[in-house]
């Protein structure tokens, strides 16, 4: 079944349809009995995914929280249920892949976050375990290619084997060749995790293609003809922070080595391609850190989002730890970002501040205004949900009960900004949505969708807001 029936939802909340569904297709499954069910992530005990979102439900897999779906009610009938099962599964798959390597690396190796990245790098590595082809993993510094790498084999047939790192970027020429076989030895049924490859000489390279082609070991006693059991069997991942077809053109890289590895092939996107994973990371690192005491404020989980990270996981790893440990309070602020971190501290909470508010309402999430003026927090719901239509001061005004003069204090004294400001910024993030789900629609239609009736004004709104053209925009999309 791929979507969900009207009929069978009458008098059922969504929680409690998803909940039947998922329970029925997981006892279907591969998957060992699963013990799952849902908590609001609100709650206070979730320190792991406390989320924030009436339509967000937490996921917990023997008593652990794993994760969380997303949950609309009011459009259970647009949810698809292969999605949503596919997502439980990642899920599941893996924590009980962190638990593997938790107990023989002494440290888990984690994959975190729910963004659209993470579950399609999930799904690879729950497809290449199955085989034991060669994996080039792709990446920037600092980007977690040693987790997928330890993911990979965990999840596959060699898990209670050997799984060693040779980092090319701290080896020595003297003796390569050797220690190259001696590891080989050593690890032989198990997985060869060579990280940063680009780092190897031209003369390493030979080298290591010499090994990849010597099928069998010498034995002890050095017999030219090698028994069965002296035969490699070895399964091999590779990352690079380079793009080796590159290298290869500009003859820093053997051709032939990269033929050699280059089968099943993955890129781990840069951290700040995937934002929405950081205050994932952040409660992951709360959570092995802390005693369950310390959170993160919203505006530090904004500073700490809008910094580009160009070491990636590591910076942000290294950073949090940093404020975790030192920062004196329960709640971990701009200050403590400002005192401890100054590299990555923003000096502009207030436009931080702009950026909070519109994601809030773009995801129509008004738990996080309900502390605000009554009046001020009508006008903000009015807004997220007649973005598309004229809004004037007097229409806030009517809805709410609040005299214009006094609303537009609150908005500029609360918020600081005006209505029609937050108003642009939602419709410039909905008309962001569209060109993505819609590329091919014209720029026309869908400035009028979201209510700019001038394009020219549009066209300048918009670059304003985003630093180019609409074209220019939608045509980065489709490079991306």
């Known amino acids: 079944m791929d979507r969900f029936n009207i009929q069978e939802i009458i008098e059922k909340s969504g929680k409690e349809v998803l909940e039947s569904i998922i329970y029925s297709k997981l006892n279907e499954s591969n998957i060992n009995k699963a013990t799952i069910h849902f908590g609001n992530g609100r709650h206070n005990e979730d320190i792991h995914f406390n989320v924030n979102h009436p339509n967000k439900y937490s996921i917990y897999y023997k008593k652990s929280p794993i994760g969380y779906i997303r949950i609309n009610e009011s ?3 647009d949810i698809r249920l292969d999605e949503v099962f596919e997502k439980v599964d990642l899920l599941i798959s893996r924590h009980v892949t962190n638990k593997v390597t938790r107990f023989h690396l002494g440290k888990g190796q984690e994959l975190i976050g729910t963004s659209d990245h993470i579950l399609s790098i999930e799904s690879f590595i729950k497809r290449v375990s ?3 082809h060669p994996v080039l993993i792709e990446g920037n510094s600092g980007c977690e290619k040693q987790a997928i790498a330890t993911a990979i084999h965990y999840n596959s047939e060699r898990s209670h084997q050997n799984f060693y790192e040779l980092n090319c970027s701290s080896l020595k020429h003297e003796n390569f060749e050797q220690s190259l076989l001696a590891l080989m030895h050593k690890i032989n049924g198990g997985t060869l995790f060579i990280s940063e490859i680009e780092h190897l000489s031209i003369s390493q390279q030979g080298k290591l293609i010499q090994s990849l082609s010597a099928k069998t070991l010498n034995s002890k006693n050095h017999s030219s003809t090698p028994s069965a059991q002296d035969r490699f069997d070895i399964r091999y991942i590779i990352s690079t922070s380079h793009n080796l077809i590159d290298e290869v053109k500009e003859s820093r890289f053997l051709d032939s080595l990269l033929r050699q590895f280059n089968y099943l092939k993955i890129k781990m996107p840069s951290l700040k391609d995937r934002r929405g994973d950081i205050p994932h990371i952040l409660n992951f690192l709360l959570h092995e850190n802390s005693e369950g005491n310390k959170v993160f404020s919203e505006q530090a989980i904004s500073i700490l989002k809008n ?22 309070g329960d709640v971990i602020t701009p200050e403590d970002i400002k005192m401890l971190a100054p590299e990555v501290f923003n000096d502009d909470v207030e436009e931080i501040n702009h950026k909070i508010l519109i994601e809030n309402l773009f995801n129509e999430n008004f738990f996080s ?11 903000l719901v009015y807004i997220s949900r007649n973005y598309h239509k004229e809004i004037t001061l007097q229409n806030l005004s009517d809805y709410s009960f609040v005299s214009p003069s006094h609303l537009s204090y609150l908005f500029r004294s609360n918020l600081g900004r005006s209505f029609k400001q937050i108003l642009t910024g939602l419709r410039i ?7 993505k789900e819609f590329p091919n629609q014209k720029i026309t239609i869908s400035s009028l969708e979201v209510g700019f009736g001038d394009l020219s004004h549009f066209e300048k709104i918009f670059k304003k807001h985003t630093g180019m053209t609409p074209r220019e925009y939608k045509n980065k999309l489709k490079t991306c």
Do not use: A, M
């Open 75 to 77: 459009n259970i009938e």
């Open 130 to 132: 199955k085989t034991s």
């Open 307 to 328: 910094h580009n990270w160009p070491e990636n996981y590591s910076e942000l790893e290294q950073v949090g730890i940093r404020l975790i440990v030192l920062s004196k």
């Open 369 to 379: 205004i309900k502390d605000l003026h009554p009046g001020l927090r009508k006008s």
């Open 429 to 435: 993030e909905k008309i962001k949505k569209t060109f």
